[in-house]
């Protein structure tokens, strides 16, 4: 299907567990995103990427760790997992030069 | 930093207009203004966007004023759907770091029968 799809959906997992957390989009936009969303804060930029092989940090990157291997995907990963990220965590990609950034569904994490 | 500044919720009745207002007076000369949201559970939804001009697409009306310091989203007829939490943004059009949504808090609209 085309669009933009995060798995898993729903995640619990152990505080020190690493955890990866995938984002994988249809449209080869050149720009990809991970926000987190908390109660009280909205959506937080984590990390974006312009391009395969080029990431930066965003507003939150602090435990985090991203990928960039090929154009469609751009997996986030929880190196060890705190309570602190327990979150909500969004995906979205935009195409250069573009207005728009179209986001996943989310994926819900739990970290006990 | 808050870049725009939005009351915290709203509500209007099913079928008439919602006016969503925005304050973004320390907005610059190249920043436009974005308007997503986000439906319950839902990841955000992009609206429409402008830098001066009023514009309107198939899903609202946006009405920026001439100082460009506040902008109104205009849905012309609510519907239940509508139910969601707003998010006005300005940025910069282009890549890199200006490719970023700085998201603040929103407007919750609340849309009753």
């Known amino acids: 299907d085309a669009g933009i799809t995060q798995s898993p959906r729903y995640k619990i997992t152990e505080t020190g567990r690493q955890v990866t957390l995938m984002c994988h989009q249809t449209w080869s936009h050149s720009y990809m995103f991970w926000y987190r969303q908390d109660l009280g804060h909205g959506l937080r930029l984590i990390y974006y990427?312009?391009?395969?092989?080029?990431?930066d940090k965003g507003e939150v990157p602090d435990g985090y760790v991203v990928s960039r291997s090929k154009t469609e995907n751009f997996p986030l990963t929880l190196e060890s997992a705190t309570r602190s990220q327990t979150s909500v965590y969004f995906c979205a990609s935009m195409e250069l030069n573009q207005e728009t950034q179209y986001f996943g569904p989310g994926t819900r994490l739990l970290v006990l | 930093d808050a870049k725009t500044t939005q009351p915290t919720s709203m509500d209007c009745a099913e079928g008439r207009a919602a006016n969503l207002p925005c304050n973004h007076s320390?907005?610059?000369?190249?920043?436009?203004v974005y308007w997503y949201r986000q439906i319950h559970s839902q990841g955000p939804q992009y609206i429409i966007h402008?830098?001066?001009n009023n514009e309107t697409n198939e899903m609202a009306s946006l009405i920026i004023t001439e100082d460009r310091k506040s902008s109104t989203l205009i849905l012309p007829h609510a519907t239940l759907r509508d139910t969601a939490v707003y998010y006005c943004?300005?940025?910069?059009?282009?890549?890199?770091?200006?490719?970023?949504?700085?998201f603040g808090k929103g407007i919750t609209l609340s849309v009753r029968p």
């Open positions: 320390t907005i610059s000369g190249n920043e436009y």
């Open positions: 943004i300005v940025r910069f059009r282009g890549s890199g770091a200006n490719s970023k949504l700085t």
């Open positions: 402008g830098l001066k």
């Open positions: 990427s312009a391009a395969a092989d080029i990431t």
